[in-house]
């Protein structure tokens, strides 16, 4: 699991999880939806592919990413879990308060 | 950071109608705290709270089925910006992770609540939640654009 919080910690490389967990996709295709030069997509890609967290290979002269929807899954399904409780009982406090202020003559 | 040294804490934030010390006090309420910490099934939850510095939290949240016993101990108690303690439970592989909330003044009358849960134990034991393929990745969408927002 080495790694893989610390790829997903990044927003640009979250960004691009988010958009392979759509469909796989050209490493062109992707540099072109964040404005950054292919460099510097390619180095996120290579943080990526080393956390297990996506996989890429050569289809011709084009290389195509997809998210290895196992590994990545393992890594968010707790922390997933957890944040929902949480969003919860931020729901419940809110109409906790709601409702005692109704109440208030 | 945690004893892995690699799981980020998770922070979840929300803006409340109300003043940090009315929010403060929400925390530190036992009675007011029961009902609003019975999450999903959970029919009653019981809250005892010693409030001092060292002093210890327990939380039983009862279902149609079981209980669920969270425990912890104060860590810090600043009113009205911060409370911290230590939160053990099933969930957590019964390791003690830390739950840090912190009030902050948000325009008239207003409080940003921002909770930091961190020292999370290993991922792989995170397997008994259950969750959407495609949920998961809205949250990491929703989580960005709160960012970027």
């Known amino acids: 699991m080495n790694g893989v919080f610390a790829a997903i910690s990044d927003p640009t490389r979250r960004a691009i999880l988010t958009h392979l967990g759509r469909r796989p996709a050209r490493v062109t295709d992707i540099a072109r939806r964040f404005p950054m030069s292919l460099n510097a997509v390619s180095k996120h890609l290579i943080v990526l592919e080393r956390a297990g967290l996506i996989e890429r290979e050569a289809q011709g002269r084009e290389r195509i990413c997809r998210l290895n929807a196992r590994r990545f899954r393992e890594a968010t399904l707790w922390m997933d879990g957890m944040r929902e409780f949480w969003e919860a009982r931020f729901d419940a406090l809110e109409a906790h308060i709601a409702r005692k202020r109704k109440a208030r003559p | ?149």
């Open chain 2, 1 to 149: 950071m945690s004893p892995d040294g690699v799981t980020p804490p998770l922070v979840v934030r929300r803006t409340f109608a109300g003043t940090r010390e009315e929010l403060f006090d929400e925390w530190t309420d036992p009675e007011g705290m029961a009902a609003w910490m019975c999450p999903g099934d959970i029919v009653s939850s019981d809250v005892q709270l010693d409030l001092r510095l060292g002093g210890a939290l327990r939380i039983t949240m009862r279902g149609p089925k079981a209980a669920y016993e969270h425990r912890g101990e104060i860590t810090a108690l600043e009113r009205p910006s911060k409370i911290a303690f230590t939160w053990i439970a099933k969930a957590t592989d019964d390791r003690p992770t830390l739950v840090t909330v912190e009030f902050f003044a948000r325009g008239r009358n207003q409080c940003e609540v921002v909770l930091t849960h961190e020292n999370f134990p290993r991922p792989e034991a995170r397997q008994q939640y259950e969750g959407g393929w495609a949920r998961i990745l809205e949250r990491l969408a929703d989580d960005r654009d709160a960012r970027q927002g």
